[in-house]
């Protein structure tokens, strides 16, 4: 037998040979992350602070933020510290979890938008039964549902993608364990039934997609039928900021999908990684914070209040000194 050597870590890329050229990568992706984390967090705050915001539609919000999140938080801490540090390495297990929580969460979040368009169809297309339809226990199992076909789409094409040992090259050129570049060092075998699943897979979602273009479609032809003008501007400013998040979505799923991973350049993988695994949870919170004057002024009345606490604790600690 020839040599054989099971692969136990992975070398991800780097962008730079020059130590400080990585650390200004590392601040650069740390600025983003933040920005991230303290939006979608501005968001879920609001959300549970303002009883105004306390119905279906900024409940399955404050899900997608958490979904934004966590989502972010699979591949970017990981390489801020591999820059700061000078490492690319990353272990099986590390990879493993990193392809398993990132397909996780896209799924989940695919499915919770398909639970939002079906609550803005029922909100303009059937607005007397609304309250009747989007109940709170529905709208639980909508979002738990969303969770839990999130888990068994990952587990599945995980359990595939890793059932196997690599015995090839262990070199991933991205930034973090990308799902493509996994099975391009994967075993022949294992390729071959990922593909399987990922068409049977995507009859399944083309046909969630399917259901979504026809609510839409429905929803702006109910709109149409306004007769004021400000009851359309009302309507189409209610259910915009999912139609742009869905359209986000698909174009950053797409350029996932549909791009050639076989001759490209370090800056082309930063880029394409970047939009697909970073721009949509940075651009989301600010999509509903400038299309939903609901959500400013909630934000605005939290900072508010926690601004004049900050205030009151140093004149409380004076006095009682």
């Known amino acids: 037998m020839g040599n054989f050597s099971v692969i136990t870590e992975f070398l991800l890329m780097e962008f730079s040979r020059i130590w400080e050229l990585q650390v200004l990568h590392a601040v650069l992706f740390l600025l983003i992350y933040l920005a991230t984390l303290m939006g979608n967090l501005l968001t879920i705050a609001a959300i549970l602070t303002d009883p105004h915001l ?7 919000l404050s899900n997608l933020s958490l979904l934004d999140i966590c989502n972010i938080s699979v591949t970017l801490p990981k390489f801020i510290i591999n820059s700061l540090i000078g490492s690319q ?17 896209s799924a989940t979040e695919f499915a919770l938008l398909v639970a939002m368009s079906y609550d803005r169809f029922v909100a303009i297309c059937h607005p007397l039964h609304y309250g009747i339809i989007m109940m709170p226990s529905r709208c639980l199992w909508a979002a738990v549902g969303s969770w839990f076909s999130g888990l068994i789409y990952s587990a599945v094409h995980t359990g595939n993608m890793f059932r196997l ?30 593909f399987v699943l990922i068409i049977a897979s995507s009859c399944f979602l083309l046909s969630c997609f399917a259901v979504l273009i026809a609510s839409y479609v429905r929803i702006f032809s109910n709109v149409l039928k306004i007769p004021s003008v400000e009851g359309r501007y009302k309507a189409i400013s209610t259910c915009s900021p999912q139609l742009m998040i869905l359209i986000l979505f698909l174009i950053s799923v797409m350029t996932a999908v549909l791009r050639d991973t076989s001759d490209t350049s370090p800056i082309q993988n930063l880029f394409v990684a970047m939009v697909y695994a970073i721009l949509p949870p940075l651009i989301n919170p600010v999509i509903y914070s400038l299309r939903n004057k609901k959500v400013i002024v909630a934000m605005g009345k939290m900072l508010r209040k926690i601004f004049s606490l900050s205030r009151k604790y140093p004149s409380l600690k004076a006095s009682k000194s």
């Open 165 to 194: 040992p690599f015995s090839g090259s262990n070199v991933i050129h991205q930034f973090f364990c990308d799902i493509p570049h996994v099975l391009k060092v994967s075993a022949s075998s294992v390729y071959q039934t990922e």
């Open 89 to 105: 390495t990353i272990s099986l297990l590390g990879c493993t979890a990193q392809v398993f929580f990132f397909l996780f969460f």
């Open 54 to 60: 306390h119905s279906p539609m900024y409940f399955f």
